[in-house]
């Protein structure tokens, strides 16, 4: 069964750091494009960041360049996101998603982050 597993969310506080990870298992996933969105109360799903699994170049959302990075390890079939500079309104659910070829995206139960003042 391929699936998708997000770690590493939790309570911090602003303008700190935290490190998502999202491991794949069920398959390989070295030739799947990678990414995040999230998902904030009340709010429509917004896209944070991929990572191409060709060229390894990264594409990230607006409210997030410059404090977020994304990186993955196809060794290990993980995904990462590092988030720095957190501000209150990073709070969300960060979703993982994989696309995977001949099946199309599969997401991750998502993790939730929650940034305090």
């Known amino acids: 069964q391929v699936q998708l597993v997000e770690s590493g969310g939790g309570l911090v506080q602003a303008e700190n750091s935290l490190r998502l990870s999202c491991a794949a298992s069920g398959r390989t996933f070295s030739r799947s494009n990678m990414g995040w969105f999230r998902q904030a109360p009340g709010k429509e799903r917004e896209f944070v960041a991929t990572i191409y699994y060709l060229s390894g170049s990264t594409s990230y959302g607006d409210s997030v360049k410059g404090r977020f990075t994304i990186s993955r390890d196809n060794a290990k079939n993980t995904v990462y996101l590092q988030m720095n500079m957190l501000k209150l309104e990073d709070t969300a659910v960060y979703y993982c998603?994989?696309?995977?070829?001949?099946?199309?995206?599969?997401w991750g139960q998502g993790t939730q982050v929650t940034v305090s003042s």
């Open positions: 998603y994989a696309d995977v070829p001949d099946t199309g995206r599969i």
